[in-house]
């Protein structure tokens, strides 16, 4: 895949294909979707990753590069222990149910996070799991676990400034290419399209530095609800739309083409 980490975004890229390169996906819902069905809170977890399955599949067909899922913020932690425990065997079924068949579907899976503050078998999971399916040539899908924007930025800016210190690096060298090349998935193209579901409309500290130009849709359904038609529906949103990355309507889309809405 095409390594974007010295290349600011570029109109010219996008113009031509309706389909967005990288989507990522805030998937919020599960409690209230059981709460509302008068079930615990780890029955609504289950009934989202089936429509995890539901995207993954949808966005391979249509041609998606990158896919990346908000499944663990570095918040989550906060919530009740036996709703976290639910969520970690959870994760530990979909290692192990769940990595064979994306591995048949040449799909390359990859996590982002701080891996550390999770059990030993959780760790040798994520990592037999990358090893499995580091040769895949389809779309990639990046799982953030125990992830957030703020700690994605501070952890580049510890190892920018560890190369500084060691003259692997010169200060006067940092600029917003030198930063992209250090955070997760810096080797991966931006995120072009952000979705969130569950009717909130805030990035709750998700791919802060990386989503500085992806279109955002909101959506009102509840995750377990955001099927494959709902991601059609957001992918049309996202085709009909005039990315601009600085330059005028005019600019974009030439002299000899209507922009008014």
């Known amino acids: 895949m095409q390594d974007n980490r010295s290349k600011a975004p570029d109109v010219d890229s996008v113009k031509a294909s309706g389909v967005p390169r990288h989507v990522a996906i805030i998937m919020d819902g599960n409690n209230r979707w059981a709460r509302r069905r008068g079930l615990p809170g780890h029955e609504g977890h289950r009934a989202g990753e089936r429509a995890v399955q539901s995207v993954i599949s949808g966005c391979a067909r249509r041609g998606v590069e990158v896919l990346t899922l ?103 060298g940092i600029d917003e290419h030198a930063v992209q090349g250090y955070l997760a998935l810096g080797d991966l193209p931006p995120p072009d399209l952000l979705i969130r579901t569950g009717g909130e409309c805030r990035l709750s500290n998700f791919l802060l530095w990386q989503a500085a130009y992806s279109e955002l849709f909101f959506s009102p359904l509840l995750w377990p609800d955001f099927n494959e038609q709902a991601l059609a529906e957001a992918l049309r949103d996202y085709a009909g739309r005039q990315r601009r990355f600085g330059r005028s309507g005019e600019q974009v889309a030439g002299p000899d083409e209507d922009t008014t809405c």
């Open 70 to 172: 908000f499944a663990f913020s570095s918040e989550n932690w906060r919530r009740p222990e036996d709703e976290v425990r639910h969520l970690m065997g959870l994760f530990m079924e979909a290692l192990g149910d769940r990595v064979r068949e994306l591995h048949e579907h040449r799909i390359r899976l990859r996590f982002i996070g701080e891996r550390s503050a999770f059990s030993a078998p959780l760790q040798q999971g994520m990592a037999a799991a990358e090893q499995l399916t580091a040769d895949n040539k389809g779309m990639v899908l990046a799982i953030a676990v125990n992830y957030g924007g703020q700690w994605d930025v501070t952890q580049a800016a510890r190892r920018l400034a560890e190369d500084v210190a060691a003259g692997r690096l010169a200060a006067a």
